[in-house]
């Protein structure tokens, strides 16, 4: 909202208060002032001059050369490029040493040969934007009333000399969308009496009710209408003034009959609109409900499909306004216009609302209506319009309003006890003070005992309950006012649980691995929403989606990344690594609150090692990705409770996946994804895991211990094993390290062959056993010893031998 400074005065002394000052006033009562605005800020010189002479430059086709009176002893010739200058005109004129927006200073200069002594300005040329500019002007210069004086200050007459508070206001104070409404808060603030504009409304003898006829069928959407005729209208330009306020609040003049009901709208905050009688196409004026598939033009010229939702104003047949949205082209006031029906209403928000939002249209209408008008201040709007353009319009105003009222207006009656008010507040508030604060807020109070019963005015539709009066006394009382108190109590340093240390720890060793970390959707498809889910159940759909994409609560984070290898891929990052941790849900049954569960999920596809320099490229295979999961476990300490087993996991390579086992308890897996999918993706090999977070990070540990160096050499063996083909080495792992006891220190798979001098269904797999002890060195019998049993543990547990 856009206050004027000067126009405020109209209605409230501001004497003794700068607008600066008035800013902060009004943002430490709780409404932030965004800006002040200096309208004529660095821009001096400017007066009113008169053309007395105006005729073509000799030596252009385009440019003027006029004569202008400035007031002062002779007259100064100026050329001027307007298409619309004229001898007659009184103008605005920057003379010689005057300075335009941007610090533009005006010279003498000679153009195409003549002298120009000055400039003769357009309203953008003074720092007016084009948009709020009247079309008849905004291709050429501003012509000024002819009782303005020569040689007076141009910027005074167009208000430039004034300052402009920009309001940043939170939907529920829609009560200060009017310069009213402001008055009424500014007045609070400084504690003085408001003004209100003076109505003077003449009728004449004929009757309004003899020229149209009011019907509301949709009484709910429009509990009050009222409809005033205004006739012998004579339509022009409105008052200066007018103009410059229209202006100075972001709305741009059209004529007399428009400006008026903007201005009203502004005064008030009251939407109104003016009919030309003559086109409505009868006597009579239908507010109902639109029917499917109708039809309108509205004023700017765009034909939109209304629906059942919408309000429309209609002659009985068609119809001529969408409510509280837009008129209709086909009633719109022109300079024919002899005859006005002017309408002000009471809409209901909902509806308005609808309206604006199917057809992208945020008027200054309806963004009132949406956010509620004052509903006693219909009437009062429509009369101080009609009064107006009686008074610059020449219009001639028919007696009585016709009139559909089914509207109940009931102001809201809160009491509260001034206890209350200083607990919450941490006060110690007088009731005096406290009635005083609510006087000043022209609230009907009253005070018995303790007890403060307060009727809220209707144009407060903010203030509900209790809590809402406590926060009127806090922001006018002064929050600066309020005592500053410490709490009581212990209190405790904060500091991340051990479940957040941990997932910190996850995030950091990943992205140290070179994941990048990705944030997807935890919505997804029907078609997507199962794959991959580590458990399955049912699949929850939205109640109302934004689409079908993403429509449903995901089970699992795969299918989300796997989109983000696509998009990568086709976009030539075709070496992408890459991991999440997010919930999924999954459902506990019909009307149950689903479970909300933490996973962790990564994707890796292309080249893993890359170095062209060296020659040296790696792409992704199983053990990479299984390698970044066991340096992840191991940094959470969890490696002796994490095993893999062979696994076939729907959407994942058979050959290549494996489950995995926190304490026996599967937990997710790892592997590639099936080639089929792949295809269907358009993405090349993809090795992913996903298991659940919430579960690793919840495993108990033990503390974490340091030993020292080893002082002593430790004896190295190798074996290689005749093993059935099927025998997994971590199967194969365990009997060495359960057989070799606390001397075998470390034991890992250096070769596997299957092939050519090797028995069929069986392979060759190859250990390194390393056996040490902290406090000796090992002789080669004690080894010897120890490497037998585990030799004998594996015979007789998986049936292997030594390959000779």
């Known amino acids: 909202m ?5 126009w405020l005065q109209d209605y409230v002394d501001l004497s003794g208060v700068s607008a600066t000052e008035l800013a902060e006033k009004i943002t430490k009562s709780g409404i932030e002032v965004e800006g002040v605005e200096v309208l004529n800020e660095g821009i001096q010189g400017i007066v009113i001059g008169y053309v007395l002479e105006c005729e073509d430059h000799p030596n252009s086709d385009h440019l003027h050369k006029c004569l202008v009176d400035l007031g002062e002893e002779a007259p100064v010739q100026i050329i001027c490029g307007a298409p619309n200058v004229a001898q007659g005109q009184k103008v605005a004129v920057a003379k010689v040493g005057a300075v335009l927006p941007g610090n533009f200073k005006i010279k003498r200069a000679k153009l195409r040969g003549e002298e120009s002594n000055g400039m003769i300005c357009s309203l953008q040329e003074l720092g007016i934007e084009a948009k709020v500019v009247a079309k008849e002007y905004s291709e050429g210069i501003f012509i000024f009333p002819a009782d303005a004086k020569v040689g007076s200050d141009a910027m005074a007459l167009l208000n430039r000399d004034d300052q402009v508070l920009e309001l940043g206001l939170t939907p529920n104070r829609s009560d200060c969308l009017s310069m009213l409404g402001v008055a009424y808060e500014v007045a609070a603030i400084l504690n003085r009496e408001v003004k209100f504009p003076e109505t003077d409304l003449q009728s004449v003898q004929e009757k309004a009710s003899d020229y149209i006829k009011v019907t509301v069928d949709a009484s709910e959407d429009n509990p009050l209408y009222s409809a005033t005729v205004i006739k012998n209208i004579k339509i022009g330009p409105s ?80 119809p001529v306004a969408l409510a509280g949205v837009m008129g209709g082209a086909n009633s719109e006031v022109s300079a024919e216009t002899t005859t006005v029906l002017l309408e002000a209403a009471y809409f209901t928000g909902g509806v308005i609302r609808k309206a604006s939002k199917d057809h992208g249209l945020r008027s200054e209408a309806s963004n009132r209506y949406e956010k509620g008008v004052d509903p006693n201040r219909v009437r009062v709007a429509g009369e101080r319009a009609a009064s107006l353009m009686a008074k610059y ?69 903010d203030i509900k309950i209790e809590e809402d009066l406590i926060e009127e006394v806090a922001r006018l009382y002064g929050y600066d006012n309020i005592p500053k108190t410490l709490p009581i109590g212990s209190t405790t340093p904060g500091r991340l649980t051990e479940y957040q240390q941990k997932r910190r720890v996850v995030r950091q060793y990943l992205e140290g691995a070179g994941l990048y970390q990705a944030v997807t959707y935890s919505l997804t498809s029907e078609d997507k929403v199962t794959q991959f889910a580590l458990e399955k159940r049912d699949a929850i759909r939205l109640a109302m989606p934004m689409s079908e994409d993403r429509s449903m609560l995901r089970l699992s984070i795969l299918p989300q990344l796997l989109e983000v290898i696509k998009y990568n891929s086709a976009r030539q990052n075709d070496s992408l690594a890459v991991y999440e941790t997010g919930a999924v849900f999954l459902a506990n049954g019909k009307d149950v609150q689903p479970e909300e569960q933490e996973h962790l999920a990564g994707a890796i596809t292309g080249l893993w090692v890359n170095h062209s320099w060296q ?82 990070l919840e495993a108990a540990t033990e503390p974490l211990q340091y030993t020292s160096i080893p002082r002593f050499p430790s004896i190295t063996r190798d074996i290689a094993l005749v093993a059935e083909k099927e025998a997994a080495s971590g199967a194969l792992k365990e009997i060495i390290l359960s057989a070799g006891g606390p001397l075998l220190k470390e034991a890992y798979v250096f070769d596997l062959y299957e092939g050519e001098h090797m028995e069929a269904g069986k392979k060759s797999i190859a250990f390194s056993l390393k056996y040490a002890d902290p406090e000796r060195t090992l002789t080669d019998e004690e080894v010897t010893k120890v490497h037998d049993k585990v030799l004998k543990a594996l015979a007789e547990q998986a049936g292997t031998v030594l390959r000779g």
């Not at 856009?2 to 000067?6: A, E, H, L, N, Q």
């Not at 499909?305 to 309000?311: A, D, R, V």
């Open 615 to 696: 020659g040296e490229k790696k792409p992704v295979d199983f053990f990479v990705i299984k390698g970044v999961l066991e340096g992840l476990f191991e940094k959470l300490g969890l490696t002796d409770q994490v095993k893999y087993e062979k696994a076939n996991v729907e959407g994942m390579h058979p050959g290549r996946t494996a489950s995995i086992l926190l304490n026996g308890e599967t937990i997710g897996f790892v592997g590639q994804v099936h080639p089929s999918v792949q295809k269907e993706l358009d993405i090349k090999d993809t090795l992913v895991f996903e298991l659940s977070l919430k579960a690793v």
């Open 239 to 318: 008052p200066l003034w007018m103009q410059t306020r229209l202006m100075s609040a972001g709305i741009r003049p059209h004529n007399n009959v428009v400006d008026i009901t903007n201005y009203i709208l502004l005064e008030y905050g009251q939407p109104l609109h003016a009919f030309d009688y003559d086109r409505l196409g009868s006597k009579e004026i239908l507010v109902r409900r639109a029917k499917d598939g109708e039809t309108i033009v509205t004023l700017d010229d765009t034909k939109r499909t209304l629906t059942s939702e919408h309000l429309v104003i209609t002659n009985g047949q068609e």
């Open 393 to 461: 319009a020449g219009g001639e105003v028919l007696d009585g309003r016709v009139e559909v009222d089914t509207l109940t207006i009931e102001p809201a009656v809160i009491s509260i006890t001034l206890e209350k008010i200083n607990r919450v507040l941490g006060t110690n508030i007088s009731a005096a003070e406290v009635k005083e604060i609510f006087e000043r807020l022209q609230f009907d109070v009253t005070a018995e005992q303790e007890t403060i019963t307060v009727t809220v005015p209707t144009r407060r539709g």
């Open 2 to 6: 856009f206050v004027s400074y000067k």
